[in-house]
């Protein structure tokens, strides 16, 4: 499967935006998926998870509260919507997908996962 994060840009604090991760080449719902996000000088760090269904998420402290994740299977999309963004949020987002289980994706991501999008830069700034 190949994924393509879009819809980063320019935010200001407080602000919000809508990432998507569009897949080609295969069934999304086949996988469980996650948002990942890198920042300048830091590691990669797994924010949120989605179950093939939909069913069961997975939300970081970082995020809580703040970052919702949903996905569509009929459209092939999956969606990150990030409310109330602080200029801690600025990094690149990564959307990415392993044919392992829920866990594998979202707490053992560190191990590498098979199908990695390219990302989208959100920087969040006034």
């Known amino acids: 499967v190949q994924l393509q994060a879009s819809g980063g840009g320019l935010v200001q604090p407080g602000g919000s935006l809508r990432l998507s991760c569009a897949a080609s080449?295969?069934?999304?719902?086949?996988?469980?998926i996650g948002w990942f996000r890198q920042a300048p000088g830091k590691e990669r760090e797994g924010i949120l998870c989605i179950s093939r269904s939909g069913d069961r998420t997975y939300t970081s402290d970082s995020a809580k509260g703040r970052f919702t994740i949903s996905r569509d299977n009929a459209k092939n999309m999956v969606y990150l919507q990030m409310n109330s963004l602080k200029p801690e949020d600025t990094a690149v987002y990564y959307c990415a997908a392993h044919p392992g289980g829920f866990e594998r994706l979202c707490f053992q991501y560190k191990y590498g996962l098979d199908y990695w999008g390219k990302g989208t830069q959100v920087t969040v700034s006034s």
């Open positions: 080449g295969s069934t999304l719902g086949d996988y469980p």
